[in-house]
């Protein structure tokens, strides 16, 4: 990028989701979303997974008009290098017991192992949701670990280090309007 910019912006060696690309990808999955839900009588309750998918889930929430509520949950995976899906612990929870007769749909910025997502849908389920479905903005097939295929997803991207619209390098770079890919000299010095 141009000398003349943010050093924000200048950390970026190329944008990989434009702002304009985002509106769109917006535009279909909220069309996609509203389909799915439009027959139901239940209620449908999206579910930001923080930090990452605050600017995602509120460009689509924006969009949908079906009735909505909100709910955020903070988790993290562990458990990577073993053979088995791994763990999710969970520093947020969700501020109801009772998800009989809803549908949840769970926001994610980006699908990158599955582990996150894997294990909280099954633990959702358990939890006696009517449904639960994933939303994510980003996946990246190839660093697939286990077997997980979010129900809407925005784009697939490479495996390259992305940053901005949530995403982030050491809690920075989140700000951004789009998703670009951080320099390699910004993580490797
Ligand atoms: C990212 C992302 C997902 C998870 C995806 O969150 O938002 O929750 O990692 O990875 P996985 O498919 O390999 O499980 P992160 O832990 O970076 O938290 P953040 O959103 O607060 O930055």
New binding site residues.
């Given amino acids: 990028m141009e000398n003349n910019v943010p050093a924000l912006y200048n950390d970026c060696a190329s944008i990989l989701v434009s702002q304009q690309e985002i509106a769109a990808i917006c535009d279909r999955l909220a069309a996609e979303i509203q389909d799915t839900y439009k027959d139901s009588n239940r209620r449908l309750v999206m579910v930001v997974?923080?930090?990452?998918?605050m600017p995602f889930a509120a460009e689509l929430m924006k969009r949908l008009t079906l009735p909505l509520e909100l709910e955020f949950m903070?988790?993290?995976?562990y458990g990577?290098g073993t053979k088995t899906s791994g763990e999710i612990k969970i520093s947020l929870d969700l501020k109801r017991d009772d998800l009989q007769d809803i549908d949840l749909l769970v926001v994610?910025?980006?699908?990158?192992?599955?582990?996150?997502?894997f294990r909280l849908t099954q633990l959702l389920k358990n939890r006696n949701a009517h449904s639960v479905r994933t939303c994510t903005l980003l996946d990246k097939p190839s660093?697939r670990?286990v077997d997980f295929i979010p129900d809407f997803c925005g784009t697939a991207i490479p495996d390259e280090f992305v940053i901005g619209f949530?995403?982030?390098y050491d809690e920075k770079y989140r700000n951004l309007p789009f998703v670009g890919v951080l320099k390699r000299e910004v993580y490797e010095k």
Avoid: N, P, Q, Y
């Fill in positions: 997974i923080l930090k990452g998918s903070k988790v993290s995976s990577a994610e910025d980006i699908v990158d192992s599955g582990r996150t997502l660093r670990e949530g995403l982030d």
